[in-house]
């Protein structure tokens, strides 16, 4: 029952690796940077690293033959969203293959305000055209957003944002990757949509008083235009793309969107997800 992870290499891929790993799980994990995955993993049994261009269908269907499950983690918009329906289009013919999991997003619908939320809803009705067997992990805003702003925490103790009021339960990245686990271990979770939200719905100044405390002294939240938030995000590396993603986020924020909490985590792992002051403890020398 080996599981191929596309996206592997990512922030959420890499855990989802590891866990499987640690269960005794094949792995094959399909990336375009073989150098990058033997840095991350090193080579641990039970795990095959196969340089794939996963945009080719061919390609991608000889290095699906005989996968039992597979597990994909990128992005929803642009290209990255063009593969995940290659990803899912090549699986679904593919008669070895039992269980396409793939990451999402919480909220996820047509008319979301996050670009986010509308671009997995948009691939979800692609999934359900080709009648591949199917699951999504819909997590909140991962706590390790907030790992975005830490040149600017670093460099003025503030954080801009559009969003000073609007709350949402942040969830830490590795808890997502032990749901994930979960899911493409348990058939009694396929075919099935989870949302996960972290413990407690938070704003942004509320999360940065959580900050403040970790680091002992004052970070501010900086209520910012959307041009200059556009211009901020643009200067500092991040593609327009995803600087409009990250715009379009606040506005659902603003818009209550993710303000709930759900208790699927609970239920899936048996345990509490992580409080967000775990992630900044764990994180804290990124924002020092
Ligand atoms: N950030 C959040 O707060 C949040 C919250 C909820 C849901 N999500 C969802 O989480 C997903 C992103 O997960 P993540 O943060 O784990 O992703 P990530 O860290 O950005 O990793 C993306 C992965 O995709 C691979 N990739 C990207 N473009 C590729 C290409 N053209 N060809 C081959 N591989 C490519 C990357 O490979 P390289 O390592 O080689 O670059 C990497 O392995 C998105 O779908 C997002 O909607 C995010």
Avoid: C
């Amino acid at each position: 029952m080996t599981t191929a992870v596309i996206g592997a290499t990512g922030k959420v891929g890499t855990e989802v690796v590891r866990g499987l790993l640690e269960q005794g799980e094949p792995v094959a994990a399909l990336v375009r940077d073989p150098g990058k995955a033997r840095s991350a993993f090193g080579e641990p049994d039970g795990l095959t690293v196969r340089a794939t261009r996963v945009q080719d269908p061919a390609e991608l269907a000889g290095a699906l033959d005989g996968i039992s499950r597979v597990f994909v983690a990128m992005g929803s918009i642009g290209y990255e969203a063009v593969i995940q329906r290659i990803v899912v289009n090549v699986s679904a013919g593919i008669p070895s293959i039992e269980q396409v999991t793939r990451l999402s997003v919480l909220n996820t619908s047509a008319d979301s305000r996050g670009i986010n939320q509308r671009g997995h809803y948009s691939v979800d009705a692609f999934a359900a055209s080709t009648g591949v067997r199917y699951s999504t992990v819909r997590p909140a805003v991962f706590s390790a957003s907030m790992l975005a702003g830490a040149p600017e925490i670093r460099a003025s103790r503030t954080w801009s944002g559009l969003a000073d009021h609007g709350r949402v339960a942040l969830i830490d990245h590795r808890d997502v990757a032990e749901a994930a686990v979960r899911v493409l271990t348990d058939r009694s979770l396929w075919d099935a949509h989870h949302a996960l939200t972290g413990p407690e719905p938070l704003s942004w100044p509320e999360a940065l008083a959580l900050l403040s405390a970790e680091l002992g002294e004052p970070v501010g939240f900086r209520l910012v235009t959307e041009q200059a938030l556009l211009e901020q995000l643009i200067a500092a590396g991040v593609s327009v793309g995803q600087a409009e993603m990250l715009i379009a986020r606040e506005w659902a924020i603003l818009a209550g969107e993710n303000d709930y909490t759900v208790d699927t985590f609970q239920q899936i792992t048996g345990h509490a997800p992580r409080p967000v002051t775990a992630f900044l403890h764990d994180y804290r020398e990124r924002f020092a």
